[in-house]
């Protein structure tokens, strides 16, 4: 109240209207709306460093997921009444733990968390992987030979993926996740919580079929949880992104070097640029000599 007499229009306007006149103005004020999730291009302090060449991805807006309740998991979890089964191996990653470098200890007091340094990492030691994972309640593959039969059509980057039978183009896959005015990115990494074929949640607009833990339709790793200060139940809003879209962070400190030579989405990024090449040489062809010298 003291702010709005602080200005002389409005003590004049106040005079005029009288204090019942002061309600009924204020009465009418329209309602602020409610906050909407808001992409942030840059959250470190550094500048983005691209981790490939840019292409047509990089114009990809992938719808958000609103409101959806998040739960913590963590590589290296035992299994519990509630949740039988372990994370020492993940649904793609036979050896998840012995790859990841340990056990990620949720254990605040046995983690490192400074957004200064961009340091989000169990204390005991330096993890072979990235420590901002989570997990979505899909498994593309069946067995270790074949694809469920509706990932060609439902997983928007199946065809440009062109994988092998049986293996996953989920995997590695990254998101944007928001909450409480914080943006960070996270690699898929493992299936659940609970389920692992709501591909209508994760790829569609249906809400979550699982209803345990206040149907959780997001598994965030401690670093994630760390980062964003949040607490396992809280609601979050989520969205695919490509890689070409995530900015240097604390996401990228640990576990992601170089693609290797048969990575997937590196082999689809050159296919394109070979397209583009092929695009240049033919309108290059077409043009005259006058054109070629000026």
């Known amino acids: 109240m003291l702010r709005f007499f602080s200005n002389p229009c409005y003590l004049l306007l106040a005079l005029a209207l009288g204090s019942s006149g002061i309600g009924s103005l204020l009465a009418q004020t329209p309602a ?9 291009v840059q959250t470190g302090t550094r500048p983005v460093i691209p981790s490939r060449p840019a ?5 990809i807006l992938y719808p958000w997921k609103t409101y959806v309740t998040a739960t913590i998991f ?10 039988p089964t372990p994370n020492c191996k993940s649904s793609w990653d036979q050896s ?21 340094t961009g340091e989000f990492r169990p204390k005991g030691f330096i993890p072979k992987l990235s420590t901002f994972y989570i997990a979505l309640p899909y498994n593309d593959v069946q067995g270790w030979a074949a694809h469920k039969a509706e990932a060609p059509r439902v997983i928007p980057w199946f065809s440009r993926m062109r994988p092998a039978p049986g293996k996953t183009v989920l995997k590695g896959r ?9 943006s960070c990115y996270a690699q898929w990494e493992d299936c659940g919580p609970w389920t692992t074929d709501d591909w209508e949640y994760v790829f569609g607009n249906k809400p979550p079929k699982n209803r345990e833990n206040s149907a959780a339709g997001i598994d965030l790793s401690p670093s994630v949880r760390d980062f964003l200060i949040l607490r396992s139940g809280q609601k979050v809003h989520w969205r695919f992104v490509e890689a070409s879209q995530v900015p240097y962070g604390p996401w990228k400190k640990y576990g ?3 693609l290797t030579a048969n990575d997937p989405e590196l082999l689809a990024q050159r296919r394109y640029l070979e ?9 290059y062809q077409k043009k005259s000599l006058a054109d070629i010298q000026n």
């Open 55 to 59: 292409s047509q991805t990089a114009r």
């Open 96 to 116: 998840w733990a012995i790859n990841f470098g340990g056990y990620d200890d949720p254990n605040p007091a046995n983690r490192i968390a400074n957004h200064t």
């Open 32 to 40: 602020k709306p409610a906050a909407k999730p808001k992409v942030v």
């Open 74 to 83: 963590w590589v290296g979890e035992q299994p519990t009444a509630r949740n």
């Open 275 to 283: 397209y583009l090449r092929k695009l240049r040489d033919e309108q």
């Open 174 to 182: 990254w998101l944007q996740i928001y909450f409480g005015g914080r």
């Open 256 to 258: 992601t070097g170089p």
